[in-house]
């Protein structure tokens, strides 16, 4: 009976390490995250295979393009871990069913990835920092930059470890048809997640007042509270989204007009002794 070959604990582990450190290695538009993939599986290819026309072979499987979200998409080097584990024991697996394989999971999962690391869990980490930055208190950069990166390393760390264990099974649970509801759900708490950093953080009022005499005045901000509350807030709010999804404005410009408008808004006029906005955050 044959040995099978089995990739040890230690060569997982540099794999896992190779790919959270270095899975932007070489980045460039053309390639992307290939090279960072390309040596997270060294460890792999080095260990199950002896010859070393062998070894370049097997890696050059990874030279295709690949690119997805980091964290949600460490599900897929643990996957193609185990393929390759069983193309080493004579399995019917060619490059051609990995890199198929790699192509057709890295679409979703760098989607489902977006939706949750980045449309979620950062700004839910990004605003209990900015809370406890309140008065200049270095706790909050502190507090991200510590649950940020401890967070990130063992949740990547679970997502390998289950591709490598569970195979097809594990991302067929994130990214297959039973799994639309999640999907939903993730996306509704990020919008929700997103309107409330919104409706913390931005505060946009005017102090735009006309006096007809000593004892009748029109101020627009306490008429915009009584009717629309954060009625600015908002409108900014919605405009910078307006501008960059449905215009494809791109964010620097949207800064810049942003900045243009403050500068506009804080000019005092003549006669009525006042100015259009106060913009700026809430601390």
Known sequence: MAEINKV?????????????????????????????????????????YDKD??????????????NTEPQIGTMVVGLTVGLEEAR??????DAETINGIRAGLMGPL????????????????????LGLSTGG????????????NVLMYFGMKYAYDQGYTLGGSAVEALVGPDSAALRSSIVMIGSMVIGSVAATWISISTSF??????????VLQSTLDAILPKFLSFFFVWLCWWLMTKKKVSPTIVMLILVAVAMIGCITIPGLNTSFFNPGLSY
């Open 8 to 48: 040890s604990e230690k060569a997982r582990r540099q794999s896992f390490l190779h790919w959270i450190y270095g899975n932007l290695t070489c980045f460039s538009q053309e390639h992307m995250q290939t090279f960072g993939y390309l040596w997270s599986m060294m460890p792999i290819v080095d260990e199950l």
């Open 53 to 66: 026309e062998d070894k370049v072979d097997a890696l050059r499987t990874y030279t295709t393009f690949f």
């Open 88 to 93: 080493a024991n004579g399995e019917p697996m």
């Open 110 to 129: 760098a989607g489902l990835g977006d939706s949750i690391i980045v449309g979620t869990f950062i700004p839910i980490l990004l605003g209990i920092a």
């Open 137 to 148: 208190n270095p706790l909050g950069p502190l507090f991200y930059m510590v649950v940020w």
């Open 209 to 218: 007042a006309i006096n007809f005499s000593e004892k009748s005045s029109f």
